[in-house]
């Protein structure tokens, strides 16, 4: 089945299990990017080609895979993102059956269960479009803003507070790239590993300005190998967003709950499904 066209071909879970599979394998393979996995990368692919999405207008999304194109492609926020599509370029041309959109979730969701967090469920139907289709740009969180403007970009996508600090989480994951956004370094000791550590340590260490020549982020007091963005900050300088940052950072299986229900919706927005697109929860290469 593997070489079918798109046009005769209805992918059923096995189909979408194999490509699961390929990308973990393909992320086993490669563990000489950055701290030793693209996990993090196809994660941030995921998101940023899902949270252009606009309630009022129905525009953006992941329905589309317009990242693809210019002026998209070149939007700031999306820097360094094209090692994540790169990544996932063998897929595709393995499973040209698959939609570009289909994939780039489908590679965040192998990338969060393959990095020990929750199952994601998945549901395909995404179409690719053409570039006529790339949002404005700015429609992507600014690390150096603080709680209003956090607020004004998730509540345009249909986010309440619990669920745009539950989405944070995801700041686990990865690190910050001088190439990329000009800041540096990675909030958590396992950048490679879904945790509530995030939370934990927005909690429990003190964060101080760094002192240096980039734009302006905060370090941990004691190893000073941590990092936090303005925007992480007004996590905690905001009592609303902080008693749910104290909620995931006081247990794990919480966090874990809200995360892949919430991942889930920001992977969805606007993405019309008929109701022959059921949704598969994968196993991970382990079990
Ligand atoms: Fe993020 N993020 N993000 N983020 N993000 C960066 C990296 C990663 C913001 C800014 C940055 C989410 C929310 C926000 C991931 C996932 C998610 C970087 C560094 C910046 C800057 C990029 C670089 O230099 O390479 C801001 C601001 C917000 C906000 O909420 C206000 C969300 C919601 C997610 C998600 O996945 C649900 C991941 C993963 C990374 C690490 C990427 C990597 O290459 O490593």
Redesign the pocket.
């Known amino acids: 089945t593997q070489g079918a066209e798109a046009k005769d071909f209805k992918p059923e879970f096995k189909d979408f299990q194999a490509v699961y599979n390929e990308i973990a394998k393909a992320l086993q393979e490669n563990d000489d990017y950055?701290d030793g996995s693209y996990g993090?990368?196809l994660?941030?692919l995921a998101?940023h080609a899902s949270g252009t999405y606009d309630k009022v207008t129905g525009t953006g999304g992941s329905n589309g895979a317009t990242m693809r194109f210019d002026p998209e492609s070149s939007h700031g926020a999306n820097a360094?993102l094209i090692n994540a599509r790169n990544f996932l370029e063998p897929i595709k041309a393995k499973f040209p059956w698959i939609s570009y959109s289909d994939l780039w979730i489908l590679g965040g969701v192998t990338a969060i269960q393959e990095m020990q967090g929750p199952k994601i469920p998945y549901r395909p139907g995404r179409l690719d479009r053409d570039f006529t289709s790339c949002t404005p740009d700015g429609r992507l969180?600014?690390?150096a803003q603080g709680a209003d403007h956090?607020r004004n970009?998730f509540y345009r996508m249909g986010f309440n507070d619990q669920e745009i600090v539950a989405?944070?989480g995801?700041?686990a994951?990865?690190?910050?790239?001088t190439s990329?956004?000009g800041?540096d370094g990675p909030w958590t000791f396992s950048p490679t590993v879904m945790t509530n550590d995030y939370f934990k340590l927005l909690i429990n260490s003190k964060w101080q300005w760094r002192k240096w020549d980039g734009p302006k982020q905060y370090e941990d007091k004691e190893t000073k190998s941590l990092m936090m963005?303005p925007?992480d900050i007004a996590f905690i300088q905001d009592k609303t967003f902080k008693q749910t940052v104290e909620k995931y950072a006081a247990d794990n299986d919480v966090f874990f709950k809200d995360f892949s229900a919430v991942?889930v919706k920001?992977f969805e927005l606007g993405v019309p499904f008929t109701e022959a697109n059921p949704t598969y929860v994968f196993k991970t290469l382990e079990q």
Not at 173 to 177: D, E, N, T
């Open positions: 950055d993090p990368v994660v941030r998101w360094g969180p600014d690390a956090v970009i989405l944070a995801a700041h994951l990865g690190r910050c790239h990329n956004s800041f963005l925007a991942i920001l």
